[in-house]
């Protein structure tokens, strides 16, 4: 495939995945979202405001350091860049970084509260561990992307961070993957806020994750 074919095709990735977003109730009132997908090792494709009616030929170009190379981002777009950035010099092998302010999951970033794995889907997504939440900072900000990079250094397993005070930093191998771990992870926010009426969300037993890696591995054979 050309670089501009796999740029259109990463576009388009990009659009299907801000839909499957709001097709799948997690979004907040606003709507607000930023989405993003790596082109290549040194630039990435972003969402330039809001999501809604987003369109594959809106999405800026972005080089891995920040700097806009195509296209144009509105101010308060463009102050979020480095928070999408960080995770791409971090991660080399993500491939999507999705934003959102979704409504359950916040609460844990409003509470400082990390997101504990008790459900099945989260587990299934390979994030068996706690969704950590990095110290708030005003978005984009230095403090708050010394933050991202400092909890990726420590947790280099987690593929989501809760952003303190403000939302949800989810990654992945591409824009798909990314938004199920969003819907993932926001429908166990909800279920643990739930369980706590019934007297608290419990833990899986010792081995869930080697069990459940087990029985996908005999379903894929
Ligand atoms: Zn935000």
Do not use: K
Not at 13 to 41: C, E, I, K, P, T
Not at 49 to 56: H, I, M, N, Q, W
Not at 74 to 93: N, T
Not at 148 to 166: F, P, Q
């Amino acid at each position: 495939m050309t670089s501009a074919g796999m740029a259109q095709e990463r576009a388009e990735q990009v659009v299907a995945a801000a839909g499957q977003l709001f097709a799948a109730g997690v979004m907040s009132h606003s709507g607000h979202a930023n989405l993003s997908a790596r082109l290549d090792g040194e630039r990435f494709l972003m969402s330039p405001g809001s999501v809604r009616d987003l369109a594959a030929d809106q999405l800026a170009t972005i080089g891995l350091d920040g700097q806009v190379l195509a296209g144009e981002m509105s101010p308060s777009a463009a102050e979020v860049i480095a928070m999408h950035g960080v995770v791409y010099r971090a991660r080399p092998q993500v491939g999507a970084v999705i934003h959102t302010h979704s409504p359950a999951a916040t609460a844990f970033a409003v509470a400082h509260r990390p997101l504990p794995c008790r459900t099945e889907p989260l587990l299934r997504f390979g994030q068996a561990e706690e969704v950590p939440v990095v110290p708030w900072g005003p978005r984009g900000s230095d403090v708050s992307v010394r933050g991202i990079a400092a909890i990726l250094a420590e947790r280099s397993t987690t593929s989501a961070v809760l952003l303190a005070n403000h939302g949800l930093l989810a990654f992945g191998p591409d824009a798909a993957a990314a938004a199920h771990l969003v819907v993932a992870i926001e429908e166990s926010a909800e279920a643990e806020l739930a369980a706590r009426a019934l007297g608290g969300a419990v833990d899986f037993p010792e081995g869930a994750l080697e069990a459940v890696r087990a029985s996908m591995a005999r379903v894929t054979r």
